[in-house]
């Protein structure tokens, strides 16, 4: 069974042999790019270089790049606990900016490349690591882009028949832009055992902010495999969760805890990995957009360490578990001090207030409420005793409630109203 280190070394070497310099990855707070308010995607510091604002070959001595790029997506934050989401995650991508020069698998020099070396080397590189793709997808054409009939006819070219290359939508087969504005365009993508392991963008397109489509000058090329979901499929275990990424933490964790709850524990094992990778590029819990969202994990992590009755104090090795596993790939994170610090004193300014929240739940929700009433009791949790909503709505979940949209609306209304009269307030004593 292949490690993820090998794999690592094994995915940069290839491209390196074809013509790819190898860069490090990005922080996981944007630079270049102020649409997204964290990297979500291994494209994101390359945008200028298909928009030709940036000259690779100035800066890299070849139109070609390959990085394995840290990222950390919210958009399934409350999804987290379930066998296939994370927040952060790491993905293996190569990168080709134009002008094309021959688009050919052959081709190992250092011009630009398209579709055709872009399929035949994701083909063979999945195949070097003795695994069998079941069928690929490509964009079957939707409103002004049209069937990307290139890509298919390489797939047939490559030895696949016409039942497994599927033709998909806008939804499925049609990627970025990140953020409001960027480079887009059809993918091709590759499925193993069923898991959409490799996503092969072919940026044709700019997307301006009213989501107009115009063709770039050059098309370019922009690939993301998810590398725990590679490893879930090469490694062959059941969960992403059982590959050799978190293996060492899991272990960890494992002592810590005598409980059986699965989806607790896999949110502990994806909170602290993503929180100790936020903290070393730089970011500090607070109230505004990204730190918020380093807040809003750790307090998650708050409240599913005390269900599974775990002391603050032993994360510890939780913390050096992920330091010790990536380290070597990531020296920003050799700073334990700082990283354990900031975890630390945001966990125990927030337990206080989770356990008078806990308690005040408890007392407070029967479960019998209709959604009006829902609303207007957490938000009194909210005002009265600092627990924030998605901590609450947490709680609803494992109680079995639901939250519907009407209660959150009506939370929204109270949440307004609120801060009205605030404002009001301080309006009147600063007079
Ligand atoms: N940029 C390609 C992907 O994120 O899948």
């Not at 390196?16 to 860069?23: D, Q, T, V, Y």
């Not at 049209?146 to 033709?167: A, C, H, N, R, T």
């Not at 020296?331 to 630390?344: A, G, R, S, W």
Request: overall charge negative; charged content about 30%; hydrophobic content about 35%.
């Amino acid at each position: 069974m292949m490690k993820s280190e090998e794999i690592r070394k094994l995915f940069l070497d290839y491209f390196k042999a074809r013509g790819h310099k190898i860069l490090p990855s990005s922080s996981l707070i944007p630079i270049d790019d102020h649409s997204v308010l964290l990297t979500t995607a291994g494209m994101q510091q390359f945008k200028k270089y298909y928009t030709r604002e940036k000259d690779p070959i100035k800066d890299f001595g070849t139109q070609r790049t390959a990085t394995i790029q840290k990222c950390f997506r919210t958009t399934d934050i409350e999804e987290i606990g379930d066998e296939t989401h994370l927040t952060f995650f790491e993905m293996l991508g190569n990168f080709s900016f134009g002008p094309v020069g021959k688009d050919d698998p052959q081709n190992f020099g250092s011009d630009g490349y398209f579709k055709r070396a872009a399929i035949y080397w994701a083909y063979e590189f999945i195949k070097n690591l003795d695994l069998e793709i079941d069928y690929v997808t490509v964009f079957g054409g939707e409103r002004d882009v049209p069937f990307d009939e290139e890509s298919y006819k390489i797939w047939k070219e490559v030895g696949f028949s016409e039942e497994k290359i599927l033709k998909k939508g806008r939804e499925d087969n049609f990627w970025g832009p990140t953020g409001d504005e960027g480079p887009c365009g059809p993918t091709t993508e590759i499925y193993v055992n069923n898991v959409e392991i490799w996503n092969l963008v072919f940026n044709e397109y700019y997307q301006d902010k009213n989501g107009n489509l115009k063709k770039l000058e050059f098309p370019g090329v922009d690939t993301g495999m998810g590398f725990e979901r590679l490893m879930k499929v090469s490694q062959n275990v059941p969960t992403i969760f059982e590959t050799d990424f978190f293996q060492p933490l899991k272990e960890v964790l494992d002592q810590l805890t005598n409980k059986d709850d699965i989806r607790r524990k896999r949110i502990v094992l994806d909170h602290i990995r993503g929180s100790v990778f936020l903290i070393a590029d730089g970011l500090y819990p607070s109230n505004l957009e990204r730190g918020y969202v380093l807040r809003r994990i750790l307090r998650r992590l708050t409240l599913n360490l005390k269900f599974l009755d775990i002391k603050i104090e032993k994360i510890e090795n939780m913390i050096k578990a992920v330091i010790e596993k990536y380290s070597p790939f990531y020296p920003e994170l050799k700073n334990y001090d700082k990283i354990k610090t900031v975890i630390f004193e945001e966990i125990i300014n927030f337990e206080r207030t989770l356990n008078i929240g806990l308690r005040e739940f408890e007392k407070t929700i029967k479960g019998n409420e209709n959604d009006e009433i829902l609303a207007e009791k957490l938000f009194l949790l909210y005002t009265s005793y600092g627990l924030p909503l998605e901590i609450s709505k947490e709680l609803l979940k494992d109680n079995g409630l639901g939250w519907t949209e009407k209660s959150q609306q009506v939370f929204d209304e109270l949440f307004k109203k609120h801060q009205e009269i605030s404002k009001g307030r301080i309006s009147e004593l600063a007079s």
